[in-house]
């Protein structure tokens, strides 16, 4: 890929496992509760939430109180707790320290001596250098939604980095598990590499299929690097 000069990552999910970190994190704050279960219950209020900031109906928020907000809104719901404000801090602070694939640290190392590697997340800043910090990665820029003020799949954050970069589009190549997230950047000039990750989910199936206009369909991140001659 000879154009390509920025790849650019999603993290929760493609180069981090968040389903292990929260769950992890929950069944220490929340014992009595069945964390697997309340991790993935809490990840699906992620989209909708975010949808509302891109649509303007609520204020652009960090996403680090949008998780507080949603977590604290589940658990009395639908579980019939009423966390304290310490319990929610702890339970959000463990998306700083999502832990990495097993291929992860070691892929990014490799594809690093080629390109620049960017995360770009919906995650804030800070919650993303915190996760580099615990788990190795390496990353030369780190792309936070408080950079840009906007979500994923923003056209703003994908162009966003390619004018940061001084890059072109399509010089710019998304890496992700998600399609949604591919098929955002795609439709902006990006190229775009997908990353099988099965048990993205934990125990539930995660059903999602590479898209043919993918550049490349890979099973880790080892071997995107593999295939881009890293």
Not at 120 to 141: E, Y
Not at 162 to 187: F, W
Request: hydrophobic share 45%.
């Amino acid at each position: 890929m000879s154009s390509v000069r920025v790849l650019a990552f999603d993290t929760f999910g493609t180069v981090a496992d968040w389903h292990t970190g929260v769950s992890c994190a929950l069944a220490q704050v929340f014992p009595e509760l069945e964390a697997s279960q309340v991790a993935r219950d809490w990840r699906r209020t992620y989209a909708p939430i975010l949808a509302e900031v891109e649509a303007g109906r609520r204020p652009w928020t960090l996403l680090d109180d949008l998780h507080g907000e949603t977590l604290d809104r589940l658990l009395r719901e639908k579980y019939a707790v009423s966390p304290t404000p310490e319990q929610i801090d702890a339970a959000v602070r463990s998306w700083h320290r999502l832990p990495g694939w097993p291929d992860a640290s070691e892929g990014l190392r490799r594809l690093k001596a080629k390109y620049t590697i960017c995360a770009l997340s919906n995650g804030n800043v800070a919650l993303l250098t915190a996760m580099a910090k615990a788990s190795d990665f390496p990353w030369d820029f780190i792309g936070g939604s408080d950079l840009w003020r906007r979500y994923k799949p923003a056209a703003e954050v994908y162009l966003g980095l390619a004018r940061l970069m001084q890059v072109e589009p399509h010089e710019v190549m998304m890496v992700a598990t998600h399609a949604t997230d591919l098929a955002a950047a795609r439709s902006v000039g990006l190229q775009t590499a997908y990353v099988s990750r099965p048990d993205e989910w934990g125990p539930e199936a995660k059903l999602e299929e590479p898209d043919p206009d993918d550049a490349f369909a890979v099973r880790g991140i080892d071997e995107l690097a593999d295939r881009l001659g890293c």
